[in-house]
């Protein structure tokens, strides 16, 4: 679901992620300790990596949905069969047993 700024929930957490990382790595930018410089180049290197599975994720999310919603709209009867279906095994599975 889209929320009010233009974002979608899932990329909250991962943006938040990003601000914080890189508040860190300008935080850290004037420290001139060979420790700090590699971990600095590490969080980089992961916030690039991890940016790159984000959008991987979310393009891989979006073609499922796509075809998701052709499937439903071509085959409508026997979409609502199975969802019934479904419906009924797993309100059966979930009742309380005496």
Do not use: C
């Not at 420790?35 to 999310?61: D, F, N, P, Y």
């Not at 796509?66 to 979930?94: C, E, H």
């Amino acid at each position: 679901m889209r929320q009010k700024n233009g974002t979608y929930g899932l990329s909250v957490p991962a943006q938040k992620f990003r601000n914080d990382a890189q508040k860190l790595l300008m935080a850290t930018a004037r420290a001139a300790e060979e420790k700090v410089s590699e971990a600095r180049a590490g969080l980089a290197a992961a916030v690039e990596t991890g940016r790159g599975g984000w959008h991987t994720i979310r393009r891989t999310a979006k073609s499922g949905l796509k075809n998701s919603d052709r499937a439903v709209r071509r085959y409508p009867y026997p979409t609502i069969a199975v969802a019934f279906g479904l419906g009924v095994i797993l309100g059966t599975l979930a009742r309380p047993r005496n």
